[in-house]
Nanobody, 121 residues
Framework: VQLQASGGGLVQPGGSLRLSCIAS????????MGWYRQAPGNQRDLVAGIASGGSTNYADAVKGRFTISRDNAKNTVYLQMNNLKPEDTAVYYC????????????????RGQGTQVTVSS
């Protein structure tokens, strides 16, 4: 299973970006999907998560500014980021928790490559 993230870039403070992450491969099912981020010298922190039924959770630092959504038919998760701040600068990683076709009894955790988000004037 591969997770392909896209949508990062350089944006000015107050600007917006939309990240996308597509999961592909031998997927039986996906439960939770979401995004982590890691700034230089910092640990990797959860930004937002969304369950297959649509319930969401957010880090306090992004509540009211970021919105997570997903398209279950496309195995895709999105992160709409508005009113970006310099402290949002980080590498953003997507993740998916699910089951693989080769063994649906074992829960799996899949992680994507990062996409860089830089907020600077």
């Amino acid at each position: 299973v591969q997770l392909q993230a896209s949508g990062g870039g350089l944006v000015q403070p107050g600007g917006s970006l939309r990240l996308s992450c597509i999961a592909s491969g031998s997927i039986f099912s996906i439960n939770d999907m979401g995004w982590y981020r890691q700034a230089p010298g910092n640990q990797r922190d959860l930004v937002a998560g969304i369950a297959s039924g649509g319930s969401t959770n957010y880090a306090d630092a992004v509540k009211g500014r970021f919105t997570i959504s997903r398209d279950n038919a496309k195995n895709t998760v999105y992160l709409q980021m508005n009113n970006l701040k310099p402290e949002d600068t980080a590498v953003y990683y997507c993740y998916a928790d699910g089951r693989h076709l080769t063994n649906i009894l074992i829960p799996r955790k899949w992680r994507g490559q990062g996409t860089q988000v830089t907020v600077s004037s």
